[in-house]
């Protein structure tokens, strides 16, 4: 007689255990023959082939081992529930359909939101493009003032677009300035350099118990409106050790320059270190050796912000 298995998962197989969920209490109680021709053995738990609807024992409860007459039929017919079962998103629409209307590019004569041409909304300017349009390089989206925007939003972004272009102009002069300042024909050579470091070396001002080995010599400039000094330019040597704050902190000391970065949180307020043979704003915490080298131009600036990569060298 056959012993009782493992229950099998009713989705997955053909056939099914016959107990007490399955309608067949009397098959646990007095048994079930298995009903292949050649085999009729009595098993107490006895499988049930939803194909051919009939019982058999454990070893041929598959329809492969009682070579089944309807092989397959209860896949079919699972398979056709499953797909009488409603999908997901019947009956719902993602979003809105775009009404019928002109592409919102200026030269484009496509309608959207037919049949053929259904249209896509671009989320960043709030318009609706054809197929053509669509992408955001295509119509421009950066340079478009989204639908339904307040003016306000733009006003600052253009504002602080031509403060940068502003600063990127003045970085470019402040460059060329200084490299009609060098001696020699050819300001980058490493001998013109030299040059000028050393003559930087005889005028520059520090601490003259800093060891040389250690200097750093640098030209510091300012902006005129926000020294009180008559000369608002200087040179400095700074120690390789210090961070860019400190240098900032002595050079407005040095050049009468009201430093309220300790008292204010307005970046309006506060002095930023702009390099100018780098073309970017220092961070405050950079080490003067790995930022600046002697002969190098700083110069503090109020108010321009964290520090951007403001100049493409």
């Not at 003259?208 to 020294?227: C, H």
């Not at 970017?280 to 131009?297: Q, Y």
Request: with cysteine; glycine share 6%; proline share 5%.
């Amino acid at each position: 007689m056959a012993s009782s298995s493992t229950s099998e998962p009713h989705d997955d197989t053909s056939y099914v255990k016959m107990d007490k969920d399955t309608g067949a209490a009397d098959a646990t109680l007095i048994g079930k023959h298995c009903q292949l021709e050649y085999c009729n053995q009595l098993d107490f738990l006895p499988f049930f082939c939803q194909s051919c609807k009939k019982t058999f024992c454990l070893d041929h409860r598959t329809e492969s081992a009682h070579q089944c007459a309807h092989a397959g039929a209860w896949a079919e017919r699972r398979r056709q529930a499953q797909l009488a079962r409603p999908s997901a998103g019947e009956g719902k629409r993602m979003r809105d359909l775009v009404s019928q209307k002109p592409c919102a590019a200026p030269d484009c004569k496509t309608v959207v939101g037919t049949s053929l041409v259904p249209g896509v909304h671009c989320a960043g300017c709030n318009r609706d493009y054809c197929l053509k349009h669509r992408l955001r390089e295509e119509h421009d989206c950066q340079n478009l003032v989204p639908i339904g925007a307040r003016p306000a939003q733009f006003d600052v972004a253009e504002q602080t677009r031509s403060a940068f272009a502003r600063l990127k102009a003045w970085g470019a002069a402040k460059r060329e300035t200084a490299s009609r300042a060098l001696p020699k024909p050819k300001p980058t050579t490493a001998s013109a350099r030299l040059v000028a470091v050393n003559k930087l070396k005889k005028t520059a001002k520090g601490d003259a118990k800093l060891a040389p080995e250690k200097r750093v010599y640098l030209y510091v400039e300012a902006e005129a409106e926000t020294t009180t000094a008559k000369n608002y330019k200087g040179e400095f040597f700074y120690s390789k050790d210090w961070v860019i704050g400190r240098v900032l902190d002595a050079a407005a000391k040095s050049l009468q320059i009201e430093n309220v970065n300790n008292q204010s949180s307005e970046e309006r307020d506060k002095l930023r270190v702009f390099h100018v043979e780098g073309g970017r704003v220092l961070e405050f915490n950079e080490k003067v050796g790995s930022a600046l080298v002697s002969g190098n131009t700083i110069v503090l600036l109020r108010g321009i912000g964290p520090p951007p990569d403001l100049i493409e060298m």
